[in-house]
């Protein structure tokens, strides 16, 4: 039974640049959730996605925008990167109508902004 | 502001101390309550939840009740071991349901030393 998988493991951009980030959620999910972690902090809500929508947003800037696609897996974009965007970038996944199990995290993306 | 407060780290200690990580939460409702683990260059592992008032987590020996008088859910294991040592963060869901974002603390780093 497959975890929630992230690609890349690690990456590598400039600013100003674009960034695509990918997860497969674990079997059996239908909802991805996006958490970016900041060295020595704890995640922040990005943004969630479930059936193809995004249904709910943290406070990030338009620049971070997302994607479902019909088999549950998800994109994260960013564009115009900055400095302050270097961070760990979690993906969790989880079922809809199973709200008391909790949301299984990937090991994440960590991007670095040079 | 940050509605989930954990006590700072680093908390070191010796192998089979007790252990209590404090944290208290601010929310409207009932959410749920989650202690994450994050190994050295790892995601999240969920370590523990509880779903509604007085209920009792527990797993590999670590234990939190949810106390609504309190607002608080804090860590405790009666004895730990070096492979204990990571970062520890408390989270709830936004709403009563886990599959809502997740609002997490800062985190705490934990060294059990041999």
């Known amino acids: 039974d497959a975890g929630v998988t992230q690609s890349p493991t690690h990456l590598i951009k400039t600013r100003g640049q674009q960034v695509t980030l990918r997860c497969s959620p674990k079997?059996?999910?239908?909802?991805v959730s996006w958490y970016q972690q900041a060295l020595g902090q704890g995640p922040q809500f990005i943004f969630q996605?479930?059936?193809?929508?995004?249904?709910q947003r943290g406070n990030f800037p338009d620049r971070f925008s997302g994607h479902q696609f019909p088999n549950y897996s998800s994109e994260l974009n960013v564009n115009a990167l900055l400095l302050g965007d270097s961070a760990l970038y979690l993906c969790?996944?989880?079922?809809?109508?199973?709200?008391?199990?909790?949301?299984?995290f990937g090991d994440g993306t960590r991007l670095s902004i040079l | 502001g940050n509605s989930v407060t954990q006590m700072e780290g680093p908390v070191t200690l010796s192998e089979e101390a007790f252990l209590t990580i404090n944290c208290t939460y601010t929310a409207t409702g009932y959410p749920s309550l989650f202690w994450y683990v994050q190994y050295p260059g790892e995601g999240l592992q969920l370590l523990l939840k509880?779903?509604?008032?007085?209920d009792k987590g527990s797993n590999k020996g670590f234990e939190a009740t949810y106390r609504k008088e309190t607002t608080s859910f804090h860590l405790e294991k009666g004895s730990v071991q070096v492979s204990d040592s990571a970062v520890y963060f408390c989270?709830?869901?936004?709403?009563?349901?886990?599959?809502?974002?997740?609002?997490f603390g800062t985190g705490t780093l934990l060294a059990v030393q041999p």
């Open positions: 969790a996944s989880s079922l809809v109508r199973n709200s008391n199990q909790p949301q299984h």
């Open positions: 509880a779903t509604k008032a007085d």
């Open positions: 996605y479930y059936e193809e929508e995004e249904r």
């Open positions: 079997s059996g999910h239908d909802t």
């Open positions: 989270a709830r869901s936004n709403y009563g349901g886990a599959t809502n974002k997740l609002i």
